[in-house]
Every structure is written in C-alpha cells, then in structure tokens.
C-alpha cells in the first residue's frame, strides 16, 4: 500500500514584524492591517489559505497587534447596524470573515527572525505538515499559490517552497536556492530539487536567480532545525538558515508557482498592488481606469 501522506491542515502567519518600513503608518496599527483597496493585507493570505483548504489559522502576534485580533472576531455591534440599515452585502462581507477560518494566536515577544517566529508556533502546529504564509506576499493567481505547493508537497511528502526569478541586485533581498530542475508529470518544468539556500547573500555571490517567496508547506522536523541553528543574516533566527540545516536529512523542493506576486511590504510595491487590484474591480475599475487616464504622466 502507498505510503499516505499526512495532511496539512494548518498554516501559520507571522505578524509580529514592527513594520518599519511602513512608519508612520504603522506606528500604532499592524503592518499586516494596512489595506489594499478594503482589504487588510493579511485577509488576502488568509483567503489564499482558504482556498487552498487550509481553514485552520494560526497568527503569530506581538505587541500592539490587537486589531488583527478583532478583524478576524465577531464585532456584533457592526453586524447589528449593517442589519438594521440593511446593508445585507456589507454584512455578509464582514460575516464571512470571522466564519471562514478557525484561528489562534500565539505571542512572539521580540521580533528574533521568521525562523524564530515559526517556532512560536510548534505547539499549537504539534507533530504535523503546516504551511507558512508571509501576508507582505500578495499572490495574484488562478490557482491559489499555496495549493500548487500542497499539490507538490502530496506527491513528494517533503517540503516545497515557493520560487521566483529575481534578476538583478535585488536577489540580495531574498533567500536564494540553489536548485536543479526535476521532470514530474504535472508540473510543467516548474519544480526544483533544492541542493542548498542562502539567505540574503550579495547579488555577486547568488547561487542562483531563483528566489524564495513567502509561501512554504513544510514538515514538523523544521522545528528540530529551527531549534539548532544560530542567528543568520541580520542577526536573526532565520527560516532559510533551518531549511539548510534540514536538508542534512530531508528532501527539499522549490516550484516555481504560476502568477503574479507583489511585495506589499515595500511601499512602491503596496502602490503596484493597490492600482492593480482597484483595477480589477468590478465596482471600481471602470471609474478607477477613466480617472488613470486623466493623469498627464
Ligand atoms: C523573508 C525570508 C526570505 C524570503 C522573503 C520573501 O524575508 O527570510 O528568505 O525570500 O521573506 O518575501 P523578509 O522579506 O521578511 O526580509
């Protein structure tokens, strides 16, 4: 009998970054709140997860991140008023929100690293395959982003993360595999054995252009790894850092997904995705489009 291969049904978000990049607007509000067109950016991961088949949510908070807390509660004050004015598409919207998900929260103290903040979540994960989503990585695509890992990460039972091509210095933003192609049936050239990873590492030194993205499925010996390794790049506890370390005894594998992604944490590309996604509104697009068009660019 095929040997089955567990399931993932948990996917954590770490969102106790401090959100510099952002400031001032994040100075008293979660990186992770701020919207793209009317939507949180965390909502848009959380979507993604849930369109992937992965309900059950587990975000990785620190201070001052209350109001991830309360947009993903009931507010019944909110869904009161709506009823009464009998806004029922507005209540629906803010309804499904607190209904899709099953979601916990786990504390990260100090702002140590992403590796560090995946290991936050080791209890609540226990000894099961989850996902990792980093919500500054919008995804734009048919097929959800993080399901064309799970569909990798069914075949294999190893843990698969997501590719990009970055050309150019900005490599150096990134951690960066280094990783041979693999022939699977369905996946169209797009899959990667990694053989090692570097977080960060200057453009000159990239093993390769194929940068990691914020989309991970990965089995519970990353714990072990994340608990043996050293504060990498920047000083911090990084994710990249384990994964090297659980190659020593796993397979890894890199895809290189199909769709488009923005990095909502920079500014200019939180401006990229925002137009991109008012453009794509049924309620707004035509309107947002004539009124682009006006600029004398
Ligand atoms: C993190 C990871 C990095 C990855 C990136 C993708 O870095 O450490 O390996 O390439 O996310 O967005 P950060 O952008 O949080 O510095």
């Not at 509660?73 to 998900?101: A, Q, Y």
């Not at 252009?209 to 010996?221: H, K």
Request: glycine share 8%; charged share 25%.
């Amino acid at each position: 009998m095929k040997w089955m291969v567990p399931k993932v049904r948990k996917a954590v978000f770490p969102a106790a970054g401090l959100g510099t990049r952002f400031l001032p607007a994040t100075k008293a509000q979660p990186k992770e709140m701020l919207p793209l067109v009317d939507k949180p950016l965390i909502q848009y991961g959380v979507e993604e997860s849930v369109h992937s088949g992965i309900s059950n949510i587990i975000i990785v908070t620190g201070r001052g991140k209350s109001a991830i807390e309360d947009h993903f509660d009931v507010n019944f004050e909110l869904e009161h008023l709506l009823e009464t004015r009998g806004k029922r598409e507005l209540l629906t919207n803010v309804r499904n929100i607190s209904e899709m998900i099953d979601v916990s929260y786990v504390r990260q103290k100090e702002a140590l690293g992403l590796g560090h903040a995946v290991l936050r979540a080791k209890e609540i994960v226990g000894h099961e395959p989850f996902a990792v989503v980093l919500s500054d990585d919008v995804i734009d695509s048919e097929t959800p982003c993080l399901r064309q890992l799970l569909d990798i990460y069914e075949f294999f039972g190893a843990s698969v993360l997501a590719l990009m091509e970055v050309n150019g210095p900005e490599i150096s933003s990134y951690g960066v595999v280094d990783a041979d192609p693999v022939s699977h049936s369905s996946a169209g050239g797009r899959l990667y054995r990694i053989h090692n990873l570097v977080e960060k590492p200057k453009a000159s030194e990239a093993p390769s252009n194929l940068a990691i993205i914020g989309r991970y499925v990965l089995t519970p010996e990353i714990f072990t790894s994340i608990e043996a390794i050293q504060p990498g790049s920047g000083g911090e506890i990084q994710l990249t850092d384990a994964l090297r370390h659980l190659l020593r005894n796993r397979p890894l594998y890199g895809f290189k997904f199909e769709g488009s992604r923005f990095d909502a944490g920079d500014k200019l590309g939180f401006l990229k995705a925002t137009v991109e996604f008012a453009l794509r509104r049924h309620d707004l697009g035509k309107d947002f489009r004539e009124y682009l068009k006006t600029l004398k660019l």
